[in-house]
C-alpha cells in the first residue's frame, strides 16, 4: 500500500490498462469515464473507493480515472486484494462482488453508491493503518517493554515478560489494542513477533551480563506469539536463528500463547509446539481462564506454564466456594506438571492469598508496570 499525490487532469487509469491495484481516495476528487473520457460515469470522494472491479475480475480497465484536482489517494495492490479475498469466506467475496457490481450500475446512472459512510470510513481506517504499520516496521517504532515475574513468596525477581508498544515518530507510545487487531488481519503481525523476539533475547542477554545476581539466577523472558505462529513450522527456525544471534540460552526463553492457537489446534500445531520445546524453550498458555479451556483439555498439549488471568482470579475470589475452586485449579495444574503464574496482581492482599494457595509467580501493577529497555537495565545495576 502506497500513497499517491495528484494535481487536476493527472490520469490515475485509462481504458484497455491492465488493472494492478486499486484505490481509495482520501481527499480530493476523481471523474471515472469512458468512450475515450467523453462519457462520465461518476464523480467519486474521500471514502470512496475504485479501480478494484479489473482486479476482482482479472480483466483489464474498462473506463479511465483522472482527478480533478488536488487529489490524495490509498493506493491498494492487487496482490494484496488477492491474498485477502483468498483468506475470505466465499459467501462474503460473492456478497462483496455483488455490491461493487450494483455500485457500478447505480454509478453509470449517476446515482449514489449506497455503500454507507460507516462502512467506507472503517475500511479507509483500516488501510491507513496498515500503512503506518508497515511504515513503523521498517523505521524499527516497535519496542520492547518488560513487565516483573515475581515469586508470590519471596518477591524476587523470577523473568520478565516483553510487551510491545509502538513508538511513533513524535514520542507518543502507542497500546498493543490500538495497532495489534490490525496488524494481526494483515499478517504484519508475524514481522512485529519477530522484531519484539529479537529485542527481548538481546535486552535478557544484556541484563545477564549486567547482573552477576541475574546471572546466578534462572531469570527468564517471555515473549507473546500470535496464534498464526503455530501455524508454521518455520517459527522454530526463527526462534532458533534470534537464540544464535544474541547468545541467550534457550532455557531462559518462553514463549506465550493463546488458547485461540489451541483451539485450531490440529497435529500441525502441536508439532510446532514440541518444535520449540525441543530448542528447550518454555511454552506458557496465556489468559488461561478467560475462554473455553479446561484443565482436562489442556493436558493434551505439551505446555510448561499456564498463565492464570486476572479476571479468573478475581472471580474466584469472591467467597469461599470460590476460593477452593481457584486452590482446585492450581492444585490440578501442579498435578499435570504446569508451573503457574497470576497475572495482574494490583493489591497486596490478592498476592497474599494467591501465595498461600501455593501459586508460585506473580505479574502485576503491584510489583511493576512494564518499562523501557534501558529502565529494566539501570533496576539491575542497583541490585
Ligand atoms: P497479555 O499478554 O495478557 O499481557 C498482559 C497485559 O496486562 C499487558 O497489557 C500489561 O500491561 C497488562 N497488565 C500488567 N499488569 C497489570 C495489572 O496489574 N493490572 C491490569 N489491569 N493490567 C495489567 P498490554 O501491554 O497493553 O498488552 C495487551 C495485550 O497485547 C497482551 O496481553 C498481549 O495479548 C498483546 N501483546 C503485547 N505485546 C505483544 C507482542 O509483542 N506480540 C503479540 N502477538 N501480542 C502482544
Ligand atoms: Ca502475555
Ligand atoms: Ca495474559
Redesign the pocket.
Known sequence: MSQLVLVAGDVIFREGDPGTCAYMVEFGEVEISTDGGTRLLSKLGPGDLFGEVAILDGGVRTATAVATGDTLLTTVAGEDLANRLANSDPVVVHLMKTVIRRQIRQSRGDVDTGLSASLTDRALLELRREREIREALERREFE??F?PIVGLEDRVLRGY????RWRRSDGTLV???DF?PVAERNNR?RE??LQ?LHQACRAAVDCLRRSPRAAASDLFVT????PLHFRDHAIVDELQRALTATGLPARRLKV?L?ETALLESSDATISVINGIRALGVRVCL??FGTGYSSLGYLHRFPIDTLKID?SFVLAMMNGERGRKLLVAVLDMARALGFDTVV????DEPVAVVLAKMGCALG????FG??MERSRMLASHRSL
Not at 515478560?161 to 510491545?164: K, R, T
Not at 515473549?223 to 500470535?226: E, G, P, T
Not at 505479574?363 to 503491584?366: D, E, F, I, R
Open positions: 520492547a517493554f513487565q515478560e516483553a510487551l510491545v497500546s498493543p489494542a495489534l503481525i512485529i513477533d519484539i515473549v507473546n506469539f500470535a506465550e493463546t496465556d489468559d486476572r497475572e495482574g496482581i494490583e505479574q502485576g501493577y503491584l508496570r512494564p
